[in-house]
């Protein structure tokens, strides 16, 4: 059976027929939220980072949101393919054990413990990631606005579920409750000293209100556990250095999917091309190196806002995703995993306190995910554009 599908936009496609798919086309990597379905593109990963994409010499920019963000952040470790097989096991070995006398464990709890994670997982190699010679690192949060200011036990809940009301009648009315932070690394691993001037964002923010800052030694750590912050399940992270005072959370409920209208290379590298030119444009640059966006995804699916799993009539695909190439599990292959389903937070309650069979069932998922990984690299020896469904 067949484990792959491949998914492209209009631009995408055409690009692909007329030329394949070459690592020097690409110039963006998006990685969505979902938690733990994320485990299931480790082959992908280490594969586009560790081999594929070493075929090029362009300058990649990496967006992450959640586990997308941590993800993204290990590819730009010296030594892709071991770092992100230490993400594989150190996510699918995290224990939250209730202490005595609960069901499951605080959100304090599960913070402190997921911030001591990445603390051992990154330790001193952040200025390594923040140095990578053509990685550019994005990490998307999402900071609350009025009642969702500050975390607490009775504005909290009212906020979001005001925020779930205003995002079902508009997705950018939930601008007014949460705004879309952007941490960006540096636009240059030869940054000069000091706090060094962000990379340009890879796409466009007339969607939805944004935010960038800089992404710094002293802000990562809090940075990329803001992005993992889920509501109620974490704690926000308040006040984070060199951004805006405020809580911040997962930043899937902005961009569960990173929706975005991405920009082309050229447009990012020099950001005063007029916006005609980018992806949202009516000009076809899809022949330019570093033209298309390449997403490793857990669905088919570009879902907007987490808000938005719901909406499915925001499902659906928009000129944003023009230029993107989406590989992705087929569901059929999905139903032979464990559970018939990839790995998701509800097995942190389906298996309880039995740690050993849950491990059991995502590291088989992992493992036999390398198909996705083995058939992506026999389709690229040989592109067939047959194979190439539409977005």
């Known amino acids: 059976m067949k484990a792959l599908r491949i998914h492209a936009g209009p631009l995408a496609r055409e690009h692909i027929v007329r030329h394949g798919l070459r690592p020097a086309d690409i110039g963006v990597v998006p990685a969505a939220a979902g938690g733990p ?17 070493q ?13 997308g963000a941590w993800r993204m952040a290990t590819a730009c470790l010296d030594t892709p393919v071991a770092a992100l097989e230490r993400l594989e096991h150190a996510y699918i070995h995290q224990n939250y ?27 001193a190699q952040v200025p390594q990631l923040l140095s990578h010679p053509r990685w550019r690192l994005h990490i998307v949060a ?41 941490f960006s690394g540096p636009a240059s691993a030869f940054a ?12 466009t923010t007339d969607d939805f209100p944004t935010r960038q ?5 002293a802000n990562f750590m809090p940075a990329l556990q803001a992005s993992c912050s889920i509501p109620f399940v974490l704690q926000a992270v308040h006040d984070i250095p060199g951004a805006p005072p405020g809580a911040y959370w997962d930043g899937g409920l902005t961009d569960y999917h990173l929706h975005l209208r991405y920009r082309t290379l050229d447009a990012i590298e020099n950001i005063a091309i007029p916006p005609s030119v980018d992806c949202a444009g009516g000009q076809n640059h899809s022949n330019a190196p570093g033209a298309l966006v390449l997403y490793p995804h857990f669905q ?13 009539w925001r499902h659906g695909p928009t000129s944003a995703l023009d230029r993107m190439v989406v590989l992705s599990p087929h569901p059929d292959w ?44 026999e389709w690229l020896h040989r592109p067939d554009p047959g194979a190439v469904q539409p977005l």
Do not use: C
């Open 300 to 312: 088919q699916n570009v879902v907007p806002g987490w808000l938005d799993k719901g909406l499915r």
């Open 334 to 377: 999905v139903r032979t995993l464990p559970n018939a389903k990839l790995p998701d937070r509800n097995d942190f309650m389906h298996y309880g306190t039995d740690l050993a069979a849950r491990v059991r069932a995502w590291s088989t998922a992992t493992a036999a995910a390398r198909q996705l990984a083995d058939e992506f690299a």
């Open 213 to 217: 800052v800089a992404l710094t030694e």
């Open 37 to 53: 379905k994320g485990l299931i593109l480790g082959p992908l990963d280490r594969f586009v980072f560790g081999q594929w994409l």
């Open 97 to 123: 054990a209730p202490p005595p006398g609960r069901k499951r464990p605080s959100a304090a709890q599960v913070s402190e413990q997921f911030g001591q994670g990445l603390r051992d997982f990154f330790g």
């Open 142 to 182: 999402s900071r609350g606005r009025h009642l969702l200011s500050r975390e607490h036990r009775w504005a909290t809940p009212l906020g979001y579920l005001v925020a779930f009301a205003a995002n079902a009648v508009r997705r950018r009315a939930l601008g007014l409750w949460l705004e879309r932070v952007v």
């Open 192 to 203: 000069s000293a000091g706090v060094p001037a962000p990379a340009p964002l890879p796409f």
């Open 55 to 67: 075929g090029s010499q362009q300058p990649v920019h990496l967006v992450g949101a959640s586990i």
